[in-house]
């Protein structure tokens, strides 16, 4: 067993303005995000994750039939193809956060996840979908418009260097998935993320590392960088980590920069805390169950 894992973290700018063609989005995307997944290989990096849906402009801050041309088949689609044969080829793990089209008009906000033998494990979809203004100039998170909430539930992936859970975004304000993923077995959860300054931006340093104190697993949270137009509706402010199961940053990206954060989980660590804090065993699921239940 590996119990030290090199974890590569991808924050980048989308360097094209939203009035331009979709492809046009998803060919420049992928070509920069390929040479940065290289670079993030070639330093070390065992298991890599790109930013929430890594092909184009954070799109959901309008509400726009144009956006549904980036959907694509997942596993099936050419993207998560091109980036299993990348996977396979470079022995690394592989987070790849897309939009998806099952049939005929169903869309899903999920991430990929590919083994380093290039193979497909399985997804994850977003299951927490938010709709919500941003300033007075018509943009937001308008997620509902774009994505029908997950119902893969709480996935763990037993991939070659770690068990790897997935939660994207909005979901981090939810601790019910999040302990979920630990009670399936992930010593470290993927939040793929674009998220902007104001009015959350406190809770980026605080949600996660309680989830990762609360369940005992490492925590990686990536963030896309820049301002984005025709949009323009707040900074996309980066700070992309990794956080141990103490509530510790082991690294952290810079604000404003395209960059690959590398750090190193030691799954050790997670042993160590586990012994000293038995949150599994004294928690008391037979008492919950009005978590449940709907309110009036």
Same mark, same amino acid.
């Given at each position: 067993? +590996?119990?030290?894992?090199?974890?590569?973290?991808?924050?980048?700018?989308?360097?094209?303005?939203g009035d331009e063609p979709?492809?046009?989005?998803?060919?420049?995307? %992928?070509?920069?995000?390929?040479?940065?997944?290289r670079d993030a290989a070639?330093?070390?990096?065992? %298991? %890599? $994750?790109?930013?929430?849906?890594?092909?184009?402009?954070?799109? $959901?801050? #309008?509400?726009?039939?144009?956006?549904?041309?980036?959907?694509?088949?997942?596993?099936?689609?050419?993207?998560?193809?091109?980036?299993?044969?990348?996977? @396979?080829?470079?022995?690394? +793990?592989?987070?790849?956060?897309?939009?998806? @089209?099952?049939?005929?008009?169903?869309?899903?906000?999920?991430?990929?996840?590919?083994?380093?033998?290039?193979?497909?494990?399985?997804?994850?979809?977003?299951?927490?979908?938010?709709?919500?203004?941003?300033?007075?100039? !018509?943009?937001?998170?308008?997620?509902?418009?774009?994505?029908?909430?997950?119902?893969? !539930?709480?996935?763990?992936?037993?991939?070659?260097?770690?068990?790897?859970?997935?939660?994207? $975004? *909005?979901? @981090?304000?939810?601790?019910?998935?999040? @302990?979920?993923?630990?009670?399936?077995?992930?010593?470290?959860?993927?939040?793929?993320?674009?998220?902007?300054?104001?009015?959350? #931006? *406190? =809770?980026?340093?605080?949600?996660?590392?309680?989830?990762? +104190?609360?369940?005992?697993?490492?925590?990686?949270?990536?963030?896309?960088?820049?301002?984005?137009?025709?949009?323009?509706?707040?900074?996309?402010? !980066?700070?992309? *980590?990794?956080?141990?199961?103490?509530?510790?940053?082991?690294?952290?990206?810079?604000?404003?920069?395209?960059?690959?954060?590398?750090?190193?989980?030691?799954?050790?660590?997670?042993? #160590?805390?586990?012994?000293?804090?038995?949150?599994?065993?004294?928690?008391?699921?037979?008492?919950?169950?009005?978590?449940?239940? =709907?309110?009036?």
């Amino acid at each position: 067993m +590996v119990n030290k894992v090199s974890i590569g973290l991808i924050q980048a700018k989308n360097d094209v303005n939203g009035d331009e063609p979709v492809h046009l989005h998803k060919e420049k995307a %992928i070509e920069k995000h390929i040479k940065m997944v290289r670079d993030a290989a070639s330093k070390g990096a065992q %298991i %890599i $994750c790109l930013q929430e849906i890594f092909y184009g402009p954070y799109f $959901c801050s #309008e509400q726009n039939a144009k956006w549904y041309e980036a959907a694509e088949e997942v596993p099936n689609g050419p993207t998560v193809q091109l980036f299993s044969s990348l996977a @396979r080829e470079l022995g690394t +793990v592989m987070i790849l956060p897309v939009y998806e @089209r099952v049939g005929i008009g169903t869309y899903y906000n999920t991430a990929a996840v590919i083994d380093a033998d290039g193979t497909y494990l399985g997804k994850y979809r977003k299951q927490h979908i938010p709709h919500v203004g941003v300033g007075n100039n !018509g943009w937001g998170f308008w997620e509902k418009y774009y994505f029908k909430p997950g119902n893969l !539930g709480y996935p763990v992936f037993d991939t070659a260097f770690a068990k790897v859970g997935v939660y994207i $975004c *909005y979901d @981090r304000h939810f601790p019910e998935g999040a @302990r979920l993923l630990g009670l399936n077995g992930a010593e470290i959860v993927f939040n793929p993320s674009a998220t902007v300054a104001g009015l959350s #931006e *406190y =809770l980026w340093k605080l949600e996660q590392p309680a989830h990762a +104190v609360a369940n005992g697993y490492y925590v990686a949270a990536i963030n896309r960088v820049g301002m984005e137009a025709p949009w323009n509706m707040g900074e996309f402010y !980066g700070q992309s *980590y990794l956080v141990d199961p103490r509530g510790q940053f082991v690294a952290v990206g810079s604000r404003d920069q395209d960059e690959i954060i590398l750090a190193e989980m030691d799954k050790n660590k997670i042993h #160590e805390v586990r012994d000293t804090w038995q949150f599994y065993r004294d928690r008391r699921p037979e008492t919950y169950d009005d978590m449940v239940k =709907l309110l009036p």
